[in-house]
């Protein structure tokens, strides 16, 4: 079993940057595409992007991209997700995933971290 933590998460001003950690447990992580999500109060989870397991292919949700960069570094078992000019809407629970292959889809991520609160100010 892998397990995930978030952090870094907290409240920015709009305009701001914040960088998400995703702390992998095992020496496994290696193998596993990394994703990114995102849930407001009420609303679905929301893709956000995500990364292949050697870190040579990322995709971004439209709403992010240009925005927000994907990375990893597999020896600390640490994913990233760098987040600039932040919006607003940006503000939700983000989440990490791994997945045996990199896809948009939740249901195809089979472990999960906690989840981690950015709020963006005004």
């Known amino acids: 079993q892998v397990q995930l933590v978030e952090s870094g998460g907290g409240l920015v001003q709009a305009g701001g940057s914040l960088r998400l950690s995703c702390a992998a447990s095992g020496r496994t992580f290696s193998r596993y595409a990394m994703g990114w999500f995102r849930q407001a109060p009420g609303k679905e989870r929301e893709f956000v992007g995500y990364?292949?397991?050697?870190?040579?292919?990322?995709y971004y949700a439209d709403s992010v991209k240009g925005r927000f960069t994907i990375a990893r570094d597999n020896a600390k078992n640490t994913g990233y997700l760098q987040m600039n000019s932040l919006k607003p809407e940006d503000t939700a629970v983000y989440y990490c995933a791994a997945s045996s292959y990199g896809s948009h889809l939740p249901q195809q991520y089979g472990y999960w971290g906690q989840g981690t609160q950015v709020t963006v100010s005004s």
């Open positions: 990364i292949t397991w050697s870190g040579g292919t990322t």
